[in-house]
């Protein structure tokens, strides 16, 4: 089972996060389950670019980067050459480091 590590961030992680996570498991559903409020606006089906995120290590193992989602980042605050969007992204073997943008440019904060 991979193990995500998330950076610390000074809202949704201001301690910085270590879990584990199965397989397959999208990146947001793995934050998500591990009280990582993380923003996902459009309800996890990569129309919007609220749950971008950074990957710092483990960018190679994640699933593939398809047209639509790269389309997608190019709206996210912040995009980075390992940027991915959390609901896209599942999880592989090996592990992963993440880093959460400060901003997103969702105007109304979703909640779970």
């Known amino acids: 089972m991979p193990t995500i590590t998330v950076l610390p961030h000074p809202d949704l992680a201001p301690d910085g996060a270590v879990f584990d996570a199965p397989e397959a498991t999208s990146l947001c559903d793995a934050l998500l389950q591990h009280q990582i409020e993380m923003e996902h606006a459009c309800g996890q089906v990569g129309a919007c670019s609220t749950c971008h995120v950074i990957v710092v290590q483990g960018f190679g193992s994640l699933s593939g980067l398809g047209d639509y989602e ?3 980042l190019d709206q ?3 995009l980075q050459p ?3 969007l ?3 992204a599942r999880l592989s073997t090996q592990d992963v480091t ?3 943008p400060r901003y997103t440019l ?3 904060r979703e909640k779970n």
């Open 86 to 88: 959390a609901c896209q």
């Open 98 to 100: 993440l880093e959460l």
């Open 106 to 108: 969702n105007h109304a």
């Open 76 to 78: 996210a605050w912040g």
């Open 70 to 72: 790269e389309d997608m």
């Open 82 to 84: 390992r940027s991915r």
